[in-house]
């Protein structure tokens, strides 16, 4: 197989030395450093930069010989150019070889003589730096200097220190209560008993409701009471309301018009889109045209399941009606049989009240409405608990919040955690439709965490300043009858200060047919090594696994014993891959069982910031020249749970290592490809998730998105000294495949996005709104991508997901159903906000940006490199049960179709490559 990337550009691009280790030495012998160098700026080293001194001595000669061979091949055998650095044997001394670096120049000293000379040379050029994931001696080293300087979990064991963190602020919030409101203008009530009617809306639950209207029916007897839910007040009205009248009129179709929202705008929804800007017009409304047939879903299927008609005969369009939201006619032989109208009641405000440009929003609240005799004699206002919290949210929660963030940044800390703690008495009830639900209690989860992250990106850019990372905010939501409570608990991570010390290898010896590496750690006292050296034997340390199988390695002359690598022994029958939503302990059972299986390898690549570890699982076959091996070999990256509340994703790969290995037929795809997949990228956002699940099991939670800090951690991918540590795994992985193809898969809600207080959708994520597909997919490139070879890939891609989805009977059908709703209620109003580019009968999105060295997706920082990104979405925030199974079968179906587009094209058997 061959790499569909060549690396070769005629244009000039930034170095990609984003790929490189700081401060290296005679780790980086066989990779681009000083000796081998890489010209064309693809990372790949691809000339020899130096000149060779050599006594007159057999042994020495034969030694350059072996030497010089595992130089050529590590650079394809690559031109020689001259240069200053010098590869010198001595002749003498006991064999080691050393570098050193002097002023404009480095030196590779080889010592020893005669025979012990060529077999330690002959055990060096074999095994010295021979790649094993993670463990190459750049990543050894790098991993040695951030133990000794305790930024891992390793030094926090050597050194006996945790990661703790402190409470900084707790605090609690006095709320109204929207059922005393409703209690007290009861007791108001002055008029007689005589013609009344009742019309109330309240955000509660069904028996809440009943308990309101019975109260009233006990002080006015013979008045007619309507008591509507506040949240989905068209949605309430018509299944409370007009089903039952329409149950007695058999109607044949329905058409309900609802009246359009504000200014008709239809904008781009394909991606998210950043909100924080200056200048905005305070008088925008966030609402979309179509807010109000968005409140009315799932209603079609509401009424084709009481009504036992075809779901197709009830229809949507707009009103020419001033002053009147909906409308529902009814009827039977092109008559009227029932029609009825219903006005949603709202109130304006500012999205965020600090910052009043960025435009207002028109929650729908409660209303207490009394009519006698045909008239209105009373209409007011009831605003509910979710508005009384929403209130506090905004007056005292997110400026106590700013505060307590600029403090620790000006204090050198930062925020962990903030917990807003809710008790409130809502409705949470599951529809039997797909994975749809009424959870207003989800939609104010959503919109504490998303507004206070846009209040925070807000006021640093008014402020024009860097006030610190906000930390991990968790709104968590306890449903409970009585009054609704509200509190603020803010914690800040306990900062560990790291230890200056340099470490680095000084020399790589020889002894008893095995490699020494020698490691000098200035600074670092003998007991802290010794307790390191005795805690690595023990296998207590991280890096114990990673020295596996590699020698002997000694810290200022404390030396380790290695043990063996874990005997592949097991059964793969005895691999048991959950159905449940995997937890990180869960995954830790299963990739324990794959350390024991032939044919994988598994490797922690990283670790989290909480120190969980970042596992990854390769398929390769060594040919022995990591050139070889690595270069001219297709190499395709599966990455899965990057955003932890996007669940399925590590199931599926789970499942597609163990397929991969029971299964010749499917094996072969994989052959002379180098395979590599992490099952999850983000552990301590899945550590979250799992926290918040056990009470909000269907929620999409996506405050358990990001990782322990909250933080969207792609962006540090290519920042060295990150501290959110999660973030490296895959530069590691960048850093020794530079793969051709990355497929990066992800999730979206499995219902319905609502956000009632950001203009009932998210703003950022307007596009999202509702689950489109079972499956749908991005292509992210640049225009360095478009060419003959890439439209045909492309092309070959989406005819293969298609088959393969439409292979699958149950798959197939919600593809269809979710298809249906994404038209009725989003794409056939608004195109460009709910884009569905369908090719085959699925949706891809072909997203062609120029090349950014700030962007996320490889393709497009370094399109030089990287052939493919492939970004899958399944409807999976958060599933379970067969559910869950879906999203899994919908993401395995996509891997299979891309690992064999992409085997055809890296053979050569598809015309355009």
């Given amino acids: ?402 505060a307590c963030r600029i403090n620790a940044y000006e204090n050198g800390d930062r925020l962990s955690r903030s917990v807003i703690q809710i008790g409130l008495d809502e409705t949470e009830r599951i529809l039997p439709f797909r994975q749809d639900r009424i959870a207003p209690a989800d939609g104010l989860m959503e919109d504490l965490y998303f507004t206070a992250l846009e209040y925070f990106e807000q006021y640093d850019l008014e402020t024009e300043r860097n006030n610190g990372e906000a930390g991990l905010i968790i709104p968590d939501v306890t449903l409970r009858t009585g009054s609704p409570a509200c509190s603020l608990s803010v914690s800040a991570a306990e900062q560990i200060i790291p230890y200056h010390m340099q470490v680095c290898l000084d020399a790589v010896s020889y002894r008893d047919g095995q490699l020494v590496c020698r490691y000098a750690a200035g600074g670092v006292s003998d007991d802290v090594i010794e307790n390191w050296r005795c805690k690595c034997n023990d296998g207590k340390l991280r890096i114990s696994g990673y020295l596996s199988g590699k020698g002997i390695f000694a810290v200022n002359d404390h030396e380790v014993r290695i043990c063996p690598e874990t005997a592949a022994d097991l059964d793969l029958e005895e691999i048991m891959i959950p159905d449940a939503v995997i937890t990180p302990d869960m995954l830790d059972e299963v990739m324990e069982q794959f350390r024991h299986v032939r044919g994988i390898h598994v490797h922690v690549i990283g670790e989290s910031y909480e120190r969980r570890p970042v596992y990854a699982v390769s398929f390769e076959e060594k040919t022995g020249s990591r050139y070889e091996d690595r270069i001219s070999r297709c190499s395709v990256l599966i990455n899965a749970r990057h955003h932890a509340n996007e669940v399925s994703s590590t199931n599926a790969v789970l499942h597609l290592i163990k397929e ?91 219902h319905e996005w609502e956000q009632t207080f950001s203009g009932y959708t998210s703003p950022a994520y307007r596009g999202f709104w509702l689950p489109r597909a079972v499956l749908y997919g991005y292509f992210w490139y640049s225009p360095e991508h478009e060419n003959e070879m890439y439209s045909a890939l492309t092309e070959r891609i989406e005819q293969a997901v298609s088959m393969k989805i439409s292979a699958d009977k149950e798959l197939a059908e919600l593809n269809n159903d979710w298809k249906d709703r994404f038209e009725k209620y989003a794409h056939a109003w608004m195109p460009a906000m709910f884009p569905a580019e369908y090719r085959y009968d699925m949706i891809h999105y072909h997203i062609v940006r120029p090349q950014d060295d700030h962007s996320f997706y490889v393709t497009q920082k370094y399109p030089w490199l990287h052939a493919l990104y492939y970004t899958s979405e399944v409807p999976d925030e958060t599933v379970h049960g067969q559910a869950l199974k879906q999203c899994v079968r919908a993401h395995l179906a996509d891997e299979y179709a891309l690992l064999e587009v992409i085997r055809e094209f890296s053979d050569g058997n598809i015309s355009g490559s």
């Fill in 660 to 750: 991969l290995l029971c299964d010749p037929v499917k094996q072969a795809l994989i052959r002379n490809m180098n395979l590599v997949i992490i099952p999850m990228e983000n552990p301590d956002g899945a550590a979250v998730h799992e926290l918040l699940s056990r009470k909000h099991p269907s929620y999409k939670l996506h405050m358990a998105r990001f990782n322990a800090l909250g933080r969207e951690f792609a962006r540090d991918v290519f920042v060295p000294d990150t501290v959110h540590t999660e973030a490296r795994a895959v530069y590691r992985l960048m850093r020794e495949y530079v793969f051709d193809a990355v497929i990066d898969e992800h999730g979206v809600p499995s």
């Fill in 1 to 402: 197989m061959k790499k569909l990337s060549t690396g070769k550009t005629d244009q000039i691009w930034p170095d990609a030395n984003d790929y490189f280790y700081p401060d290296m030495g005679l780790e980086s012998l066989f990779r681009t450093g000083v000796f081998l160098i890489d010209r064309d700026h693809d990372t790949i080293p691809d000339t020899r930069a130096y000149h060779v001194e050599i006594p007159d001595d057999p042994y020495c000669r034969k030694a350059w010989e072996l030497l010089e061979n595992r130089l050529k091949s590590e650079c394809g055998n690559g031109e020689s150019i001259q240069s200053r650095n010098v590869i010198r044997f001595t002749g003498t001394n006991e064999p080691s070889v050393r570098q050193f670096m002097h002023e404009g120049y480095a030196e590779l000293r080889i010592d020893g003589s005669g025979d012990e000379l060529l077999s330690f040379m002959r055990c060096f050029v074999r095994d010295y730096d021979r790649y094993v994931l993670c463990a190459s001696m750049e990543e050894i080293t790098m991993h040695l200097r951030y133990t000794f300087a305790c930024r891992n979990s390793d030094g926090e064991t050597v050194y006996q220190i945790k990661h703790r963190d402190r409470c900084i602020l707790e605090q609690e919030y006095p709320v109204q209560s929207e059922l005393d409101t409703v209690m007290r203008l009861i007791d108001e009530v002055q008029y007689e008993d005589h013609d009344l009617i009742f019309e109330l809306a309240v955000s509660k639950p069904e028996e809440v409701r009943l308990a309101v209207k019975e109260e009233i029916h006990k002080r006015f007897p013979n008045a007619e009471v309507r008591v509507l839910n506040a949240y989905k007040q068209g949605f309430s009205w018509i299944e409370e309301t007009c089903i039952p009248v329409l149950k007695e009129k058999h109607p044949e179709r329905i058409e309900i018009s609802f009246a359009p929202e504000g200014v008709w705008k239809d904008t781009d929804g394909r991606v998210p889109v950043r909100m924080a800007s200056k200048g905005k017009d305070s008088q925008e409304q966030m609402e979309l045209p179509v807010r109000f047939l968005q409140e009315l879903y799932p209603v079609d299927d509401v009424l084709a399941e009481a009504l036992r008609i075809d779901r197709d005969r009830i229809t949507f369009r707009l009103s020419e009606e001033p002053d009147i939201t909906y409308r529902l006619s009814a009827y039977q032989d092109d008559a009227v049989v029932f029609t009825d109208t219903y006005t949603v009641h709202t109130y304006e405000r500012y999205f965020l009240d600090a910052y009043p440009e960025k435009g207002t929003v028109h929650p729908s609240t409660g209303y207490f409405r009394i009519r006698q005799n045909g008239s209105a004699v009373s209409e007011q206002t009831v605003r509910t608990d979710r508005d009384h919290i929403w209130d506090v949210f905004q007056e005292k929660i997110l400026p106590a919040l700013n």
